[in-house]
Structures are given as structure tokens and as C-alpha cells.
């Protein structure tokens, strides 16, 4: 005997473990609405790199070969003529990112291991000794012209006597949470807060539109994702095993390295990814930090509006289509990944 | 200190350790002294500061106070990876990134030993527990029991003078922890390394210990030879901890040296006047007899087959009160039966300290 | 024996070299910096050459932007306050006084109130500049922007954002497919969104040019209409970071127990109710900690509004950090960084704040 077929309304499942039609046909109207407008501003933009100069300022065409004669004009301008600016910005924003995202990550990472398992107990005290010294130095130099030698040589020394004399019998003690929290609230921080200082402090060691100084601040202003991130993560595994490679014999730097980093590896690249996503896109540091030698692709792009010209709108969307691939073949490489990691980290809140 | 002497046993001497977290006393004074070469039992119930007394040895956590020897030497405040040391932990800690011969070397790859031999090292140490063939195999593929024998396996390969082990058995069926169990206590004596051993069941610390430490609320209770511990207990917790089914007890009073309570008359010479006492007797040391013939009359509750003998389950004032019987007996349809008792294996505890009082008659 | 000696060290103090690099960096990649900022915004700095000199003018800098003449470019103007306003800012100031008289009859504690008060000042504080700009009338200052940036982006984005998620998170064909092209925004550079919007947003010759000549809008210039061009910006926002909020939240309705919500189907709950009794509580801390990062990045908005409008018609759509950046650029470093002291001041409040009432609470209901 089989089955009697069911007749069930539109709003009622047609079968165990399905989906009411009614809310499959919302559903799918919701999610192919919501492509569109994802995709509509990709496909706008893929289209305008192939336009004609003529083909943009007319007014709009939508369809290749129909509306309009596609042209390779502005990638042969990107690739032939200008290749020069075009390959210097394409590497240095792959140098800048890679090693910043590198640098951030094994910083990062090191520092959440070390705050997921071994405690620590700074006094607050010594601390505002050493921020309140750091103001004065910063004053002492900045407005009364103290050479900066002698400044933080005093500082140093003033430091080191105040925390032994006096750091002994006044303590507040902080604990992990605190220093977690203090290096995650780093975020907060916008980058024009400290972008000012940081310009003036590479312009002092001549290092102004070079890649170490952009690759130095993209590594702090990110070192806080990669801590939160990796913090959770780190706490989700088992302490046996480190306690039993402990009595083995391994060093706190055998564990990472054979145990933790293998066994994070799906947070690590999804960090990564958020990482690289980030360098890769930032724009204002980079454009406070680089004149010339150091630019990086966002720069790049916004070297297309070019003034009396107008704006190169075909170049321009060339540009951001190659500044898109790799990201997404990354994305695509490491999609595996992503979901279990972000879960671990995102999922305890 | 490091390698000259490695893998002769070595004693472990436990002087006045204390352990706080935080507010939290865990560990109350405990001082043992372990020799070489000797199996012992840390035996308690859940939540008594086994594990943390473990650890404490290895220095996984440090000691608030008191001092640890290992052989001569003064590990109090060294490092776990200088005391030479290895431990099997309850969840095994197998690292499931790496495939079991991976694992089992994972101690010598740490002290850098060259590959050659630690591969012949790793045979070696997998034979040894069956394993020759899992070798490739990731911890993910393997059954419990199996499992358990890598950890083993990494444990053995290094040739510790001292050998720690966390409840391992806890996690495996019946009848694999009865095999583990013999193979365990055929490689200690084997291999003659000093063991200490946690886990809150007795069959397993009667069976393995040379002597066994019995633990409550981080207090020591007693220290012997499973024998002396079983037969004789040092205070009520102890008796009623060991022994399966437990001791059975009845609580009051001695007068005239005998033990009276409602109902219940029993002589006991020498026994010292006291309100306030508990009877104890083990569930073998007593029979069930016709109503009115034994020591005492209780109701009866139960009576379970449980293949080699008959547990009878009776009822006192409240108290239950279990008999072993050959697994012939039948109790039929009796309401009311009587307890005959061995005289010569009766225990006295003060109700109020728990510990053991000794009459002539109970010694 | 000596080697022995080091490495026996090194093992003790690992721990702390492993967080060192970090807290170093930091120190001096951000807390230097901040400093230095601070004292910055207490002097005019002029860049002479290769270096530059500085002159103390202790509250100067911050004076002018909250009183003096870069007062409406901050705050805005409020020179009379309408009754609508007026009204607004009185129920607003009895509201949270009540809040406070209600935590404080509830459980007091010395730093709790503390917290509450300064959440309290904060709150008071903005919405009288609501009542006296906007609900009157008023042009309101870039300060205003960014909250309008920040709130408004924020809550389309976690609306639209929390439902995308909560509808893939079913399984049915295709759902891989939606969740790539979801997640594609987040992967352009923000001032390449900015240029994309611009194109997409072009009266004449972008490719809704035909809708808005249909509507009679042809004309329509929306860069020069404050609204049109916020409202312009905080779509283009929300383009870009909704995959954000979609992806985090993603995972977190997929990591609520089937069994949960399999029990309270044979409980006899509809679909609506094993939202809101199951899986909504499940992911609500995490809603909570992905929305407190959306809130903290909104506040830095700058390359949108820089690309699309450079801020314009006049300062309508220019967001506190471009206000110093443009001080910047014009070389006013003093001004710069005060605005940026501003940004940073009310950005902490309002994140701790947010973090204290919504974050914390939650766990400390838990336990
Ligand atoms: N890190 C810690 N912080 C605070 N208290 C702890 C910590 N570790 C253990 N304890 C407490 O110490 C006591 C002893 O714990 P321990 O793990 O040693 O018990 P155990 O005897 O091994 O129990 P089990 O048989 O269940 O494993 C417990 O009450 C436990 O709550
Ligand atoms: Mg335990």
C-alpha cells in the first residue's frame, strides 16, 4: 500500500522534515531579492571597466555586445600604459598585508596563549607610573625641547626607582581579564586619534613611505581582532594535552608550536582572512603614511578621480575588480574554515 | 640529575602539602611517603582532591605549602619537565593532530633525540602494548581501550622513574578495565617503576595497590596495605568506603559492655561505656537465620541474585542493612528474619569522631 | 650546567614573552600615539621643514570646537529650540532620571553608579543636542552625523542582517550559493563601495537613471540634498558590512541544538514562537558582541562620506573623523587631534556604556 498523498494548504509542510510552500516561496523571493542588490553593484561595476569612454558618459547601458561595444581600453591603460604605478601598488599592498597580517597574527596569537593560560598579576599602580612618565616625556620633548635621549633615559631610570620604592607597598592587582580587555578596547580607538602622532613619530626616524611603518601600524591596529579572536579559541582546547606534553618535556614554545597552532588551524584562518580582508582595504593610514613609493591599491583607486579630468570610471572599476580576486580566491580557499572558526570565537560571545 | 639515572625507581616523600585555590583549602596537610619501586592507590570519593594532589606531584599546579621529594631532591618549586615524571591522564590527552606513532615519540622528539631511535624506541614501546599495527592510525580511529594504551605507551617510553595516573581505567567498559587492570599491574611490576595511581573505586585499588591512601575532603584518612585497610579500617569513613556492598551499621549505645539499641543485645566484652557508638559489620561477616535465633530481627526489603550469591537487603529502625549469602539460599516469602553475626568481625566506631573504638572482642 | 640555568628561565618567563611583542607594540604603536595626541590637542603645532614646533594653548583648541567658532561644525547651531524639542528633551531628561532613580532602588553599588552616572550625562547630553539641532530645526554639526551614521547604519544593518542569517540558516537547495554572495560586500574596500555607490546613485547616467526620470526625479540632484546624501551614505554602509553581521550571526543560529528546537516543536510552538523562546536566547549574547563591534566601527567612519560627498553640501554628511581629517589636511594638527579627543571620548562612553548594559548584564544575570 503507498502512501496516500497528502493535501495539505500552502502554509502547511507537504511532507516531514520540509518546508511550508508558502515559506519557501518567501523565502527564495527574500534571498534572490537580496543577491540582486548584492550583485547588481558587482555586475555594474565588471560592465563599466569594459565600457568606452563614450559607452559610460552616454547614459546607461546594461548589456554587453547589445547595448554597447565592449572595450579593453582602460585594462590596456591599467596593464600597458601605467603598468609601472599599477604593479608597484599591486605588490606593496600584497607585501603590507601579508607580512602585517603575518606579524599580527603570531603577535596576536603568542599573546592570547599566553593570556588563556598563564596567569599574570600587573600592578596598576606601576602602571600609571609609567603612563603618567611616558606624558611627561612626551611633554618634556614635544614642548620644551628636551633631547629625547636624555628624556627617556631619565624616565627609564625614574621608572625603575618609583616601581621598586614605591610599587612594593602601594598594589592593586589586575588579572588576565584586564589585560584582555585592555588590549581588545584598543579597537575602539579610531585611526585618526593616532594617526597624527604616529606620522609625526616616522617622519622623525625617516621612515615615512616605507613599507615597515604601514605594515607596523596595520599590525597594532589589528592586533586587538586577532587577541579576542584567538583568545576563545584557544580557551575551547583541552588543557590535558598541553599538561601532558608539559611532563614530557616540551617548552612553552614546543606546545604552540606542536599542539596549539595545528589544533587552531581552523581559527587561525578564518582570523587570517578577517586579517588580510582588512589590510588589504584600509585607506586612510595608508594614505597618511605613504606618498609615493608605498602606495597601496586603495590609494590607487582613489588616484582615479583625477582632478580636471574627472573621474576614470572605467579605469577605476578595473582597478577594484583586481583588488577583489584575490581576496575572494583566498576566501574561497579557506571557506572551509570560516564557519568553524568564527563560530568558536564568535559563538561564546 | 637529568639523565644518568633514568628509569631506576625513585621514592616520592610527600611532607605537609597544602593546597588553596583561592579561599578553597583542597589539600589539609597531607604527608606520605612513597617508596621506590611501590604501587600506591590514592582512593577517594569524587571531589576529595585526588586529581589535585596528582597534579601537585607532577607541578602542573604549585604547592601552597609544604615540600616535595622525588628520590633526593627537592622538586618543590621545579618545573614539571625537569622532574621526570610521566602521566597518564583520565581523558588520555592524545594529541589528535598526530598519528599514534607520533604520539608515542612525542616525550623523545621533545629531548631531542634522533629520529632512528625514536622510531626503533616507538616499536618498541607499541609491542609492548599490543599496538605494532595501529601505528599509522590517527587517536580519532582508535576504540577506548586502545587509546589508553597509546597513553600508556607515551608514559613507558621515556623510562620515568615516576609514573602518575589519573583514573585511566574510568572511561573504559567492565570487561576491558579488568583486562587493563591486569596488564597495568603486570607492567608496573614488570617495568618496577614507583606508581601512584588516583581513582574513587576500591575494587580497582584493591586489586592493584601495594598500599593504598585513603582520602576525604583533602585529609588523609589511612595509609596501609589494602588488607589492613579493608579488614581493618581506621575510622567509619574508611570502613564504609571500602568493600562492596559496604559495611553495615547500626548506631547505639554500650553499656555493661555490651552494644544495645531497640531491640538489639549484644554482648561485647572489654567494650569501654560509651552513649554514642556505631556497630559495623560486613555484609559476609553476617546470616540470615529463622526469626528470632540471631543477634537481631530485621524486616526483610529485597533479594538480588547476583550470579555467584544472594545479596539480602533487610531493614532496622531505618537502616538497611545488607547480608551476602551463598547464592543457594532462598528467602521465600518471609516477612520478619533474624541477622546472626560473627563475633569475631565486629567494628566499633564513636558515632561523634567516626573513629574506631577497640574492645578486646573487636580487635 | 649554565644552559641548563638559562633555559630553566626562559621556561619560567615564557609566559611573559609571549605577551611582550604584543604589550610592546601596543605601547608604542597606541599608547604612546594617544598620549602624544592629547598633548597635541593642547597646542597649536606648525610643521616647519623637516620638523615642527609646538605652542601650548592649553584649552584652546577644545573651546573653539564646543563654543566658539567651530561650534556648528561640531555640535551644530541651536539657536532657539523649538517646542517640539523642548518637549523631547524634558520627557528624555525625566526618562532618565527615572532609569537612574530605578537602578538605584534596585541595588546600589558605589561603581556601579558611578558607571550608570557617566552612561547617564552621556545620554542626557545627546539628547538635548538632538532636541536643539535637529528636532529644532537646526543645522546639526558633524557630531550628529556620526550618530545618525552609527545608529541608524547600525540598526538596518542588524535587522537585515540578523534575518538573512536566521533565513539560511534552514537547510534547503542552494543555501551554499546565497551564503558566498552574501558574504561578497565585505571583501571590496570601502572607498571602492563609496565609488561604486556613486555610480549606482548618478541621476543621468547610472543604471537607475530611467527609474528616477519615471518617478520625475531626473533632476534630482541627491548630492546636494543633506538627507538624500546621508541616507545615501548609510545604504552604501550597510551594503558593505551587513555580510558582517550576517556571517557572525550565521553561525551562531547554527550552533543552537537541534534538540532545543525539535523539543519545542513537539511542544506545539509555531514557527514565530521557537524563534523567540529558543533560538533567539540562544544567540543573543552573540547578537549583543557582534553588534558592540559594529557600533565600535561605525564610529570611525570616514573613507563613505570622504569619496561619495566629501561631506558635502556644506558639512551635512561629514562624520567626526573626516571633520579631523580635514583639520589635518589643512594642517591645523592641534584642531585635528582635539576633534579626534571628541570622537574618542563619546565613542568610549557609548561602546562601554553598550557594553556594561546590554553585554554584561547578560552575564551577570547568568550568573
Ligand atoms: N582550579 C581550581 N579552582 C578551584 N577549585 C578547584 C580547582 N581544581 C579543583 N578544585 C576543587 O578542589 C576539589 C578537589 O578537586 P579534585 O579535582 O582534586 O577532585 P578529585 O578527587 O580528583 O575528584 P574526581 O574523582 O571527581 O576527579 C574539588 O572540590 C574542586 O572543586
Ligand atoms: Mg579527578
Known amino acids: 500500500m503507498t502512501k496516500p498523498a497528502a493535501r495539505r494548504s500552502l502554509f502547511e509542510p507537504p511532507d516531514i522534515g520540509q518546508m511550508a510552500t508558502a515559506t519557501k516561496i518567501v523565502l527564495y523571493t527574500v534571498l534572490l531579492a537580496w543577491s540582486a542588490f548584492v550583485l547588481f553593484p558587482i555586475y555594474w561595476l565588471i560592465i563599466t571597466s569594459f565600457k568606452t569612454i563614450a559607452a559610460v558618459n552616454q547614459g546607461p547601458y546594461f548589456l554587453p555586445w547589445i547595448d554597447f561595444e565592449p572595450s579593453l581600453h582602460a585594462w590596456k591603460e591599467l596593464f600597458v600604459n601605467d603598468y609601472r604605478d599599477t604593479f608597484r601598488a599591486y605588490f606593496n599592498s600584497i607585501v603590507i598585508s601579508l607580512s602585517a597580517t603575518a606579524l599580527a597574527i603570531l603577535v596576536g596569537s603568542m599573546a592570547a596563549y599566553a593570556l588563556s593560560r598563564v596567569k599574570f598579576a600587573p600592578n596598576l599602580i606601576t602602571i600609571l607610573y609609567f603612563v603618567g612618565l611616558l606624558a611627561l616625556t612626551g611633554v618634556a620633548v614635544g614642548i620644551y625641547d628636551v633631547d629625547w635621549r636624555v628624556a627617556a633615559a631619565t624616565a627609564i631610570a625614574l621608572f625603575f626607582f618609583l616601581a621598586r620604592a614605591i610599587g612594593r607597598l602601594y598594589q592593586l592587582r589586575l588579572q588576565n581579564g584586564d589585560i584582555l580587555f585592555w588590549i581588545i578596547s584598543q579597537r575602539i580607538l579610531a585611526p585618526i586619534v593616532v594617526v597624527v602622532p604616529i606620522y609625526m613619530m616616522f617622519q622623525s626616524v625617516r621612515l615615512l613611505d616605507t613599507h615597515l611603518a604601514i605594515i607596523l601600524t596595520y599590525t597594532v591596529i589589528n592586533l586587538p581582532v586577532v587577541v579576542w579572536l584567538m583568545y576563545d579559541f584557544f580557551n575551547s582546547i583541552p588543557r590535558d594535552l598541553e599538561e601532558s606534553a608539559q611532563l614530557d618535556g616540551a617548552t612553552m614554545i614546543g606546545i604552540f608550536r606542536e599542539i596549539i597552532l595545528p589544533l587552531s588551524r581552523a581559527g587561525l584562518a578564518a582570523t587570517t582572512l578577517l586579517v588580510v580582508i582588512l589590510c588589504w582595504n584600509e585607506y586612510l593610514l595608508a594614505l597618511f603614511l605613504s606618498t609615493n613609493k608605498a602606495q597601496t591599491m586603495p590609494i590607487l583607486v582613489a588616484a582615479m578621480n583625477a582632478g580636471e579630468r574627472g573621474i576614470l570610471w572605467w579605469t577605476m572599476s578595473a582597478v577594484i575588480m583586481i583588488m577583489i580576486i584575490p581576496v575572494v580566491i583566498m576566501a574561497i580557499l579557506l571557506q572551509k574554515y570560516i564557519a568553524k572558526g568564527i563560530l568558536v570565537g564568535a559563538v561564546k560571545g | 640529575m637529568k639523565n644518568k639515572d633514568k628509569g631506576t625507581a625513585k621514592s616520592i616523600s610527600i611532607r605537609s602539602m597544602n593546597k588553596f585555590f583561592q579561599a578553597v583549602h583542597v589539600l589539609k596537610d597531607l604527608s606520605l611517603e612513597v617508596q621506590a619501586g611501590e604501587f600506591l592507590v590514592l582512593l577517594g570519593p569524587s571531589g576529595c582532591g585526588k586529581s589535585t594532589a596528582l597534579r601537585l606531584i607532577a607541578g602542573l599546579e604549585s604547592i601552597s605549602s609544604g615540600e616535595l621529594f622525588i628520590g633526593e631532591t627537592n622538586v618543590t618549586n621545579v618545573l614539571p619537565k625537569y622532574r621526570d615524571i610521566a602521566m597518564v591522564f583520565q581523558s588520555y590527552a592524545l594529541y589528535p593532530h598526530k598519528t599514534v606513532a607520533e604520539n608515542i615519540g612525542f616525550p623523545l622528539k621533545m629531548a631531542k633525540t634522533p629520529k632512528a631511535d625514536i622510531d626503533t624506541a616507538v616499536l618498541a614501546a607499541a609491542q609492548q602494548v599490543e599496538l605494532g599495527d595501529y601505528l599509522e592510525r590517527f587517536p580519532g580511529q582508535l576504540s577506548g581501550g586502545q587509546r589508553q594504551r597509546v597513553a600508556l605507551a607515551r608514559a613507558i617510553i621515556r623510562r620515568p622513574s615516576v609514573f602518575l595516573m589519573d583514573e585511566p581505567l574510568s572511561n573504559l567498559d567492565a570487561k576491558l578495565r579488568g583486562n587493563m587492570r591486569a596488564e597495568l599491574k603486570y607492567m608496573q611490576s614488570k617495568l618496577g617503576v614507583t606508581m601512584i595511581y588516583v581513582t574513587h573505586d576500591q575494587i580497582e585499588a584493591m586489586t592493584l595497590a601495594h598500599r593504598v591512601a585513603v582520602l576525604k575532603d583533602g585529609t588523609l584518612q589511612q595509609l596501609g596495605t589494602p588488607k589492613e585497610v579493608y579488614s581493618n579500617p581506621a575510622n567509619l569513613f574508611v570502613a564504609g568506603f571500602m568493600g562492596s556492598p559496604p559495611m553495615n551499621f547500626i548506631s547505639g549505645a554500650i553499656d555493661n559492655e555490651s552494644f544495645t539499641t531497640k531491640g538489639v543485645k549484644l554482648p561485647l566484652p572489654g567494650a569501654p561505656k560509651s552513649n554514642q557508638v556505631t556497630l559495623g559489620f560486613r555484609p559476609e561477616d553476617c546470616r540470615i537465620v529463622k526469626a528470632g535465633s540471631g543477634a537481631m530481627d530485621a524486616e526483610v526489603y529485597t533479594a538480588e541474585l547476583t550470579g555467584d550469591q544472594v545479596l539480602v537487603t533487610l531493614q532496622l529502625h531505618g537502616s538497611q542493612i545488607v547480608s551476602r549469602m551463598p547464592k543457594e539460599f532462598e528467602i521465600g516469602d518471609t516477612q520478619i528474619a533474624g541477622i546472626e553475626v560473627d563475633a569475631r568481625h565486629l567494628y566499633l566506631f564513636d558515632s561523634e569522631s567516626g573513629l574506631r573504638i577497640t574492645a578486646d572482642s573487636t580487635r | ?367
Not at chain 3, 573653539?64 to 517646542?83: A, R, W
Not at chain 3, 549606482?200 to 540634498?225: H, R
Open chain 3, 1 to 367: 650546567m649554565q644552559t641548563s640555568r638559562v633555559s630553566e628561565w626562559l621556561d619560567r618567563h615564557m609566559g611573559r614573552l609571549f605577551l611582550m611583542p604584543a604589550v610592546v607594540l601596543i605601547l608604542v604603536f597606541s599608547i604612546f600615539p594617544l598620549v602624544a595626541s592629547l598633548i597635541i590637542a593642547f597646542a597649536r603645532i606648525r610643521l616647519t621643514g623637516g620638523g615642527f614646533s609646538v605652542r601650548f594653548v592649553g584649552l584652546r583648541n577644545f573651546e573653539k570646537q564646543f563654543f566658539g567658532s567651530e561650534q556648528f561644525h561640531l555640535l551644530g547651531t541651536f539657536t532657539d529650540i523649538s517646542v517640539i524639542g523642548l518637549l523631547f528633551g524634558l520627557l528624555a531628561t525625566l526618562g532618565l532620571i527615572w532609569w537612574m532613580v530605578l537602578y538605584v532602588r534596585a541595588h546600589f553599588s558605589v561603581v556601579g553608579f558611578l558607571g550608570r552616572m557617566i552612561t547617564f550625562l552621556m545620554a542626557l547630553g545627546l539628547a538635548w543636542l538632538f532636541s536643539a539641532t535637529l528636532l529644532s530645526g537646526n543645522l546639526f554639526g558633524t557630531l550628529g552625523t556620526t550618530l545618525f551614521y552609527v545608529f541608524v547604519g547600525c540598526g538596518i544593518q542588524f535587522l537585515i542582517g540578523t534575518a538573512l542569517a536566521y533565513a539560511c540558516s534552514f537547510q534547503f537547495r542552494g543555501t551554499t550559493s546565497f551564503r558566498v554572495i552574501f558574504f561578497v560586500p565585505m571583501m571590496i574596500t570601502p572607498i571602492g563601495v563609496g565609488y561604486i555607490f556613486r555610480m549606482m546613485a548618478d541621476t543621468t547616467k547610472g543604471p537607475f537613471s530611467g527609474v528616477w526620470q519615471w518617478v520625475g526625479l531626473g533632476e534630482f540632484a541627491w548630492a546636494s540634498d543633506p538627507w538624500a546624501a546621508r541616507i545615501f551614505i548609510v545604504v552604501a554602509d550597510s551594503w558593505q558590512w551587513i555580510p558582517f553581521v550576517f556571517i557572525m550571526l550565521l553561525a551562531a543560529f547554527e550552533s543552537v541544538p537541534r534538540d532545543f528546537t525539535e523539543a519545542a516543536e513537539l511542544d506545539g510552538a509555531n514557527a514565530w514562537q521557537k524563534f523567540t523562546e529558543i533560538t533567539w536566547p540562544h544567540v543573543l549574547p552573540v547578537a549583543a558582541t557582534v553588534m558592540l563591534i559594529r557600533v565600535i566601527e561605525a564610529f570611525k567612519i570616514v573613507d563613505l562620506p570622504n569619496i561619495m560627498t566629501s561631506g558635502g553640501p556644506g558639512i551635512a554628511t561629514e562624520s567626526v573623523s573626516l571633520q579631523s581629517y580635514f583639520a589635518w589636511r589643512s594642517l591645523d594638527l592641534g584642531q585635528a587631534s582635539a576633534i579626534a579627543y571628541v570622537l574618542l571620548f563619546v565613542t568610549v562612553i557609548i561602546c562601554v556604556s553598550f557594553f556594561n548594559l546590554v553585554v554584561l548584564a547578560r552575564v551577570r544575570k547568568a550568573s
